[in-house]
């Protein structure tokens, strides 16, 4: 976006960069795959608004658990355009989370949107920690009811501190908010980082690098 600035009777340009959901211009976009007669709007093709019916803004089966049988003990079931055709541009997507007893879903941060998470089942110990130079860790034990913000972009986590399954619903304010968790971004990407470089970096022993660049590799394929 650009806008004109007149100073000093000279005209100078200024920028602005947006990171969040474009406004859409109309009630809704109804994401299809048939490029036929649709109009590209935001990463989609949508149809005809007059052939919409009540199937395009609805998804059956979230009350489902999730599989947490993993090394993590949890699963992220997201709902978004993908799942909820009539999601398009609309600028919001849903996730249920489940946890196993002492279930993680690890340090991660959502580079398009604020998190907004509701506990409905369990104890759940979460977090998130703000940008340099601060750092500051502001944590909470959340219990049934209990609802909890992760501002957008900044590293945060739910881990499951009971000895019984929880689940957890979140808002977050993009239809694609995109997820980065920070231990396989770091020592699982494909090709893998130097490990010098993260040796100088995170300042570990060489061979504690390697070990973790191995320990995460697998959850690449």
Same mark, same amino acid.
């Given at each position: 976006?650009?806008?004109i600035?007149?100073?000093? #009777?000279? $005209?100078?340009f200024s920028t602005l960069a947006s990171a969040s959901d474009p406004s859409h211009l109309q009630d809704f976009c109804i994401a299809i795959n048939d490029t036929t007669n649709g109009v590209f709007v935001n990463g989609k093709f949508c149809k005809d608004p007059k052939l919409a019916n009540p199937e395009d803004f609805f998804f059956s089966g979230l009350n489902i658990p999730g599989n947490t049988s993993n090394q993590l003990g949890s699963k992220v079931t997201l709902i978004n355009a993908d799942k909820i055709s009539g999601l398009n541009t609309l600028g919001i997507s849903l996730v249920r989370v489940d946890y196993a007893p002492? &279930? @993680?879903n690890p340090p991660h941060t959502h580079p398009r949107a604020t998190? $907004?998470?509701?506990?409905?089942e369990g104890t759940l110990y979460v977090g998130f920690v703000t940008s340099n130079p601060? #750092?500051?860790f502001i944590t909470k034990? @959340?219990?049934? &009811?209990?609802?909890?913000?992760?501002p957008i972009g900044l590293i945060h986590f739910q881990f499951n501190i009971g000895n019984t399954n929880a689940v957890a619903f979140s808002s977050l304010s993009s239809q694609n908010p995109g997820i980065i968790t920070i231990g396989k971004a770091v020592f699982g990407s494909e090709p893998?980082? #130097?490990?010098?470089? @993260?040796v100088k970096a995170i300042q570990l022993d060489k061979n504690i690098v390697n070990q973790l660049q191995s320990l995460?590799?697998? @959850?690449n394929n």
């Open positions: 976006m650009k806008f600035i007149i100073w000093r #009777n000279e $005209i100078v002492h &279930g @993680l998190e $907004i998470l509701t506990v409905v601060d #750092n500051r034990v @959340l219990y049934p &009811g209990d609802v909890f913000v992760f893998a980082i #130097n490990p010098d470089v @993260l995460f590799w697998p @959850l």
